[in-house]
């Protein structure tokens, strides 16, 4: 089990916004950070910190965070933004470990 | 350009050990941790543990410690994940990736490797 919680599956019509929520204890304390994974690929960081976006990375993306829930918000979903999406912190032990959450199937339908 | 390279695939027989490796350029190899990531097929990700290039300190994850061991060797800014008394269930794609800290509580990890398929068959 993950001590990061996040929806198996989530689908959003093209050109429509869709958020994708993360929830743990570590995240009253620590940032979420949120990566993209397509089939075969390797994840790619998309948020980072408060609300950070890599080099590269569409500003249709965005992190928000409240309590112990962080989301990712993609304002005007395109078919390419269709693939898994993880989020990682800390973890609660106080070590410093880190953990993902178990992933969201993001379908662009 | 800044990219991890890791080593081809490997396949293993059950109980034996394993060794990835994954080469740094295009930056300077001590200045960020190095983690290690496994994904076993259709699964989510699973946090491994991570070293300090630097220092050569580590830190492993509960389910690892034991089986797990992170080392470098900074004359070719490379790093190396073994694993040892492999099963089954170890069959994954193994990454490396780089932790960058940016202050008030946020990491992240910013550049990854291709991956490294470790299959684990009798």
């Known amino acids: 089990s993950s001590e990061l919680t996040q929806d198996p599956a989530v689908s959003v019509a093209l050109g429509q916004t869709v958020r994708i929520t993360c929830q743990g204890d570590?995240?009253?304390?620590?940032?979420a950070s949120w990566y993209q994974q397509k089939p075969g690929q390797a994840p790619v960081l998309v948020i980072y910190?408060?609300?950070n976006r890599p080099s590269g990375i569409p500003d249709r993306f965005s992190g928000s965070s409240s309590g112990n829930t962080a989301s990712l918000t993609i304002t005007g979903a395109q078919a390419e933004d269709e693939a898994d999406y993880y989020c990682?912190?800390?973890?609660?032990?106080?070590?410093?470990?880190?953990?993902f959450g178990g992933g969201t199937k993001l379908t662009v339908l | 350009q800044v990219q991890l390279v890791q080593s081809g695939a490997e396949v293993k027989k059950p109980g034996a050990s394993v060794k990835v490796s994954c080469k740094a350029s295009?930056?300077?190899?001590?200045?960020?941790?190095i983690n290690w990531v496994r994904q076993a097929t259709g699964q989510g990700l699973e946090w491994m543990g991570w070293?300090?290039?630097?220092?050569?300190?580590?830190g492993y994850a509960q389910k690892f410690q034991g089986r797990v061991t992170m080392t470098r060797n900074t004359s070719i800014s490379t790093a190396y994940m073994e694993l040892s008394s492999l099963r089954s269930e170890d069959t994954a794609v193994y990454y490396c990736?780089?932790?960058?800290?940016?202050?008030?509580?946020?990491?992240?990890?910013?550049?990854w490797g291709q991956g490294t398929m470790v299959t684990v068959s009798s």
């Open positions: 990682n912190s800390r973890d609660s032990s106080g070590n410093p470990h880190w953990v």
């Open positions: 070293m300090n290039p630097n220092s050569g300190n580590t």
């Open positions: 295009g930056y300077t190899f001590t200045s960020y941790d």
């Open positions: 990736a780089t932790r960058h800290y940016y202050g008030s509580g946020s990491d992240a990890f910013d550049i």
């Open positions: 570590s995240l009253r304390s620590y940032y």
């Open positions: 910190g408060k609300n």
